[in-house]
């Protein structure tokens, strides 16, 4: 038996019921929903509750009625860590009153009756009012109690002044409440960062095998085209046997490195630098001197072990031994990596393995600075081993993001998100149409997923050398990397492949011909050319506009030229609206009318306001629903700044 | 930290993530889905399992892999009251051995060292087979294990007979479970059923009060045109205090006999009966010789109180007193009921209260044999107290079933549903036109409300006299009754107003002129129009054709003619299926080309097959995609039983 009578239900934005948390950065606005229902014709009134892990005290805004029982509200969140939310409602009688008081007196009834049954919702604010608020509750009790003054009774029963008053002191009889959810708060860069990667074993000349201090006289490179976060495939020692040898052929010769993803040796695990790389304290030096470049250096969290790392011997029971006394390789049948052991998630001892694999990140965290980590193939390790990972290394330091590498099955992809990971690289590697493209960030941007899952767009990786690349020419990789950074806050590219159309492949794979995943490459590191100019410019417009900085508010403009991509992104308040096309063919120009968010720019079909590339500098004055678009695939893309 | 691989989400159906249960009833099948997903390549398998309050175990039905981690699957319920019901997914590590032996084989791989993996699934395995399984197992064992004949053990290890014994033991390490979801089965008619309205007291002649015996009189009339449920509004004394007077005027005469939802004088009160109707004896054997003819009568459960209810004297604390020592009547402002005081739910006695109000409802279970009720306006009521009354009488009787007669919001509406209504009345009295018909079915038959809100099609009740028949011909009347009887599996009409057309308003408003609300008719209760011709005929089709006897086996058919609606409608297994078209211009005749559901029907595009007309016996044979439907306002509906 329960004497509530308001119903909270469908409360939104949540995940799973609750069971996982949404994501937001610090100063955004989470908008919240529910529906909110009485029996009868009562008067219903609402509040979203909200408070940060630390604090007491729930803070409450108020919700507004949409029509239809749905209501709805917002707050902002600000400090990193996580809050609590939830919907509250209740029968507000003293604005029941008032309503029920003013429907009499339109229908001609008299109220001195009703007049009297007001007192006791006076008394209640009275209680709570302040001196000025006090003394005119006061008068009006009297004023209700005696026959003196009916018509200046009614007056002020009717007041806005008294619902004000009203509203402002409810009296929550029988306050009904939704559960409570959840919200966790990252720093800003889980939403917008651009990323680098490069091996740092190519970071030297000739050949010969790269070190920290090659690493640092690179982070000018990186700074200036834009890059704030610069990823590394692993610095661990690689491990010698059964390691790879070139373009992942299964024997090696003396002088192959071996792929870095094969952890451990006899120098060490996964706590261990790479001996040819350089000392921890080079390594310290690094990462010091990227900060004060604006740079934060990110490591490969790469889960698995090369058959002489330490654990092997160690910890036996981390690995899968067969009954003829071998240990199972990592495989995905018929594919077989025989340079890496898969660690045995299973294993009786998995609590220990949990803890040692806590151990390590924390490692680089507190004695290397280190607070950004890409994950390598996470959706070949159990959800619940991530939410743990993620959750422990979070209590101590919640400025850390970590990125998963899933390229797998939609829904695996979406549950690492939603156990922790702020950030997942996608499908946009495979996603080049028009038809393609609005469809993945219409299910992006415009589903549930935008409330956990923040994407980060990488036109390549050491892994794939997508077809799309393989056979474009300087257009498609301007148009790749313009898409990646204007559809989404966060995006990358493996440099400086990338930006210096190295794109020979493996006959027919997505793989890199010769790949740095097996051997050292030799970069010219002075180049400079268009695409490092473009990228330059289309950072420092993402650096520029806060509506490139969040992914999630987006909306695609129609044209009738199916080459040409149309889009408006704002920001939280509009006070940054850019609008992007860019054309998809990269050997003809295309042209067409595009159809302008007028309703959502908030703007009259008759006022003129003013569009600027931010690539070339030129404005132009548009007008009206209507505007013309041409781009040749010498410059495939305009970034229009709105201008009012 | 929890070792389990596998995550079940997105279970359906449920309701607010298992807040409220879903309903079936009797025999129906649950269809179930989820996503069932693992981390990494191996191979998961899923169930659903489920088991009736009153059981023990768990019984199982294995799910579908459906793509793309999508698992779905069924079971059937049988028993009255609830099933619990909850999906669980596993590692199949037996299976996921078998399919990378296979990938290995086709690969080329040799699979000795696979093979003595296996050797633990079979040893697990034959721990449970039978007799014949275990002799197979136990020689695979020993060919396994030596090497005597590698062929022969590779070709066991790849069967499919082995498959099925794997497939029969699984092992489900680290099982994984969803919640646990309700699902509340009722007997056949709170899906199916036909209801009769008729005042008791208007059921004799010349304006005399009627009695219980009058109506005895009128079973036959009700059984042959084919009704099984004979709603009689409240049986109990009228308030003499107050009473309205012919019309709803506030003023009653000396013989008005006032409005019978009134409840309550110095004869008693909720549990009393009305002293001109008759006995108790009386009203019993009523009930019986109704049942007798396979019509259940049904009783108003309407939670008020005219002024001289005894209540108002011995439960004072129950209604709202005001501070000038007045009871505060039900209002709706500026709408009075100056007749009746409206039940305090929030009174402090609040749980005496709902404790009488719940012996109410078991006394007339439980001395009168009624297992059906019709709840007056239960949207004014608390949405807790409904789930309370409804689930202690379901407790005790599972086969009584309620009906929420809540002309209100929506999202009220579906909450009295979830809250326990077994049926509702639903907008379908003011929806009229092809549009809102479509739309209105949509909703009610493809969403989530399909799992918990049972619709019952009402053209007119005592309290709406729809514009519709207001201001209708015969053919008005036809099309609303065969409307509602095919659409909805549940229905009712308020007659014998109906049948004979009786539309006379209160000018400009809904309401009848010289309702029976408020004072005693007079009908001819010997007439026999083409309405009730038809009417019989229509419940005749309903009783005959499973199809029509479920409201959520839907599709609405393409036509080009706004003023004919057609649709197909199927019972579960396809063994019945109507197709019914209605003209609804009221004045003309109507045409069209019709597309049939050739896939749904699983017919052959060159196939003919035979429509036949349930009401007036042709038979036409039809093919192919388009059949061609004309209908008179004469007789503006076909009703098609397709045979095969």
């Known amino acids: 038996m329960n004497q509530e009578r308001v119903v909270i239900e469908n409360v939104q934005p949540q995940i799973n019921a609750g069971r996982h948390p949404i994501k937001r950065i610090s100063q955004e606005t989470v908008h919240v929903s529910a529906n909110v ?78 007049l009297l049954d007001g007192v006791i919702h006076l008394e209640h604010a009275f209680a709570k009012a302040n001196k000025t608020e006090s ?130 040796s006899k120098h060490g695990g996964h706590m261990a630098l790479h001996p040819h790389l350089g000392s921890e304290e080079d390594f310290k030096e690094l990462i010091q001197q990227a900060k004060s470049l604006g740079i934060e250096v990110s490591m490969d969290y790469a889960l698995q072990a090369a058959p002489d790392h330490p654990w092997v011997k160690k910890h036996k029971a981390w690995f899968r031994w067969r009954p003829d006394g071998t240990v199972q390789y990592a495989e995905n049948p018929p594919k077989k990596y025989q340079d890496i052991l898969p660690i045995y998630f299973e294993t009786p001892d998995w609590k220990n393995l949990w803890k040692e694999l806590l151990k390590i990140a924390l490692y680089w965290v507190e004695e290397f600075d280190i607070k950004v980590f890409r994950v390598d193939n996470p959706h070949t390790k159990p959800f619940h081993f991530w939410e743990y990972l993620i959750s422990e290394v979070k209590k101590k330091h919640n400025d850390v993001i970590f990125l998963a590498e899933a390229f797998t099955k939609p829904k695996v992809m979406q549950q690492l998100a939603k156990v922790g990971f702020q950030q997942s690289y996608t499908y946009f590697t ?77 006959p027919g794979k997505e793989e890199y011909l010769d790949s740095e995943k097996f051997q050292i490459a030799n970069y010219d590191w002075s180049l400079r050319n268009k695409l490092t100019l473009l990228i330059t410019k289309i950072n420092q417009a993402r650096h520029d506009l806060p509506a490139l900085q969040q992914t999630n508010n987006l909306q695609f403009l129609h044209n009738d030229n199916d080459q040409l991509l149309t889009y408006y992104k704002w920001s939280d308040n509009h006070q940054s609206e850019v609008i992007v096309a860019v054309n998809l063919d990269p050997h003809y120009e295309q042209e067409s009318w595009v159809a302008m968010p007028l309703e959502r720019m908030q703007i009259d079909e008759h006022h003129t306001y003013t569009v600027k590339d931010v690539i070339t500098g030129s404005s132009y004055n548009w007008k009206g629903t209507h505007n013309f678009v041409k781009l040749n695939p010498v410059l495939p893309f305009h970034i229009f700044e709105v201008q009012r």
Chains 1, 2 share one sequence.
């Open 37 to 114: 229902l009485v029996d009868g014709h009562d008067i219903v009134q609402a509040s979203v509750m909200y408070k940060h892990e630390k604090a007491r005290k729930w803070q409450e805004n108020r919700l507004l009625d949409q029509g239809n029982d749905l209501w709805s509200g917002s707050f902002q969140v600000e400090k990193l860590g996580s809050y609590e939310y939830k919907l509250v409602g209740w029968v507000d009688y003293a604005l029941n009153w008032q309503h029920g008081i003013s429907r009499k007196l339109a229908d001609g009834q008299h109220v001195k009756s009703e």
């Open 135 to 264: 003394s005119y509750l006061k008068k009006t009790i009297e004023l209700f109690q005696n026959d003196a003054d009916y018509d200046a009774a009614v007056q002020i029963a009717t007041s806005s002044e008294l619902h004000d008053i009203f509203y402002k002191y409810p009296a929550r009889l029988f306050l009904a409440s939704s559960d409570s959810y959840t919200c966790t708060v990252d720093r800003k860069k889980a939403r917008f960062s651009t990323w680098y990667e490069f091996f740092p074993r190519s970071a030297g000349s000739n050949y010969e095998h790269g070190t920290f201090k090659d690493c640092e006289k690179l982070l000018p490179y990186v700074q200036e085209m834009g890059f704030d976060t610069l990823y590394f495939p692993p610095v661990h020692p690689v491990g010698d046997v059964n390691r790879k040898g070139k373009n992942n052929t299964t024997t090696a010769h003396g002088d192959d490195v071996g792929s870095c993803w094969g952890i451990g």
């Open 430 to 506: 495979w996603r080049n149409n028009k038809h393609e493209l609005t469809e993945y960030l219409t299910e992006l941007t415009q589903n549930q997923e935008r409330e956990y899952m923040q994407p980060n767009f990488w036109p390549n990786t050491p892994d794939i050398n997508p077809w799309a690349l393989q056979s474009g020419n300087e257009s498609v990789h301007l148009q790749r990397y313009a898409l990646a950074a204007t559809l989404s806050s966060s995006i990358g590219i493996y440099g400086p492949v990338f930006e210096q159309m190295i794109s020979s492949a493996l």
